[in-house]
């Protein structure tokens, strides 16, 4: 398969699993999608996985600074909880995760295309405009031009675009591919690596499926790292049509590891509530 954007994912999903920030809003997700939760429950279900207090702190912060977390500091002590806007990240990262086991065979072989130009005043908002493409499930099978099977997605580049300024310098197309230059499965060649994706559901699940978390610290652990690179997977599995790609492991390792995420949801649930009990809630 092509190279595609393979780079810029493997970029995209070390900044993801290493970002504490993207691990609060995991937290809350799983944990906490509609509670108010102590500043000490949250650091500890970070250190869990790793982050460091002061991280975690700060990732707080930035949350607020972003809009996506508010705090209350009229309790005792200071409790978080996700903003409108924060539980629509939220619950987008949620559905798309829960979508990846989904295959859908049927396309009616139509492209939604986008003609990208970034003008070099605004060069630094490429890789925020790679990255949402990416989320949006677009490849680049040549510089400047975005492609994905699925023309219901315009809604989501259009916010793209339209957030970054660059909406004077696009143009989208919906059509099907023409008998010059690329076919379709040349196409998909060029714009992702499926091989890859497919490597990489393998792995987690050789890890993920072997574990079995002895208690509840364990479980949590296991769960958040788990949503980590579930949440990574997005930006890197276009899911496209099995009709436009032919057969796939990926969609039943996302089911495999949906289903061990269950399993761990209960252990880890009770000991988060621990948590927050020990802290005096």
Do not use: K
Request: charged share 25%; hydrophobic share 45%; with cysteine.
């Amino acid at each position: 398969m092509g190279s595609g954007n393979l780079g810029g994912v493997r970029r995209r999903r070390r900044m993801s699993l290493h970002s504490a920030g993207s691990a609060v809003l995991i937290v809350f997700g799983e944990l906490a999608p509609a509670a108010a939760v102590s500043t000490a429950t949250l650091v500890d279900a970070l250190t869990t996985v790793g982050h460091e207090p002061h991280a975690a702190r700060q990732a707080l912060v930035r949350g607020r600074r972003a809009g996506w977390l508010e705090v209350d500091h009229g309790a005792r002590t200071a409790r978080w909880s996700l903003s409108d806007e924060g539980r629509r990240v939220v619950d987008d990262g949620i559905r798309r995760v829960e979508a990846l086991a989904t295959e859908s065979t049927e396309w009616d072989r139509r492209w939604l295309v986008l003609l990208v130009s970034v003008p070099q005043p605004l060069r630094s908002v490429r890789p925020r405009l790679y990255r949402a493409l990416c989320w949006a499930g677009f490849g680049s099978p040549a510089p400047g031009v975005w492609v994905s099977p699925r023309p219901d997605h315009e809604a989501a580049a259009g916010r793209a675009v339209d957030r970054l300024g660059l909406g004077a310098t696009t143009m989208s197309f919906v059509g099907s591919a023409a008998g010059v230059g690329l076919s379709d499965e040349e196409i998909v060649e060029r714009a992702w690596s499926l091989d890859e994706v497919d490597r990489r559901y393998g792995a987690l699940v050789a890890d993920f499926a072997a574990r079995s978390p002895a208690d509840g610290p364990a479980a949590l652990r296991d769960l958040l790292a788990l949503d980590q690179e579930l949440q990574a997977l997005p930006a890197v599995d276009p899911q496209l049509p099995a009709s436009l790609t032919g057969p796939r492991s990926a969609r039943e390792s996302a089911a495999e590891l949906l289903a061990v995420r269950q399993a761990w949801r209960s252990p880890a649930l009770a000991y988060w509530r621990a948590l927050d009990h020990a802290d005096g809630t």
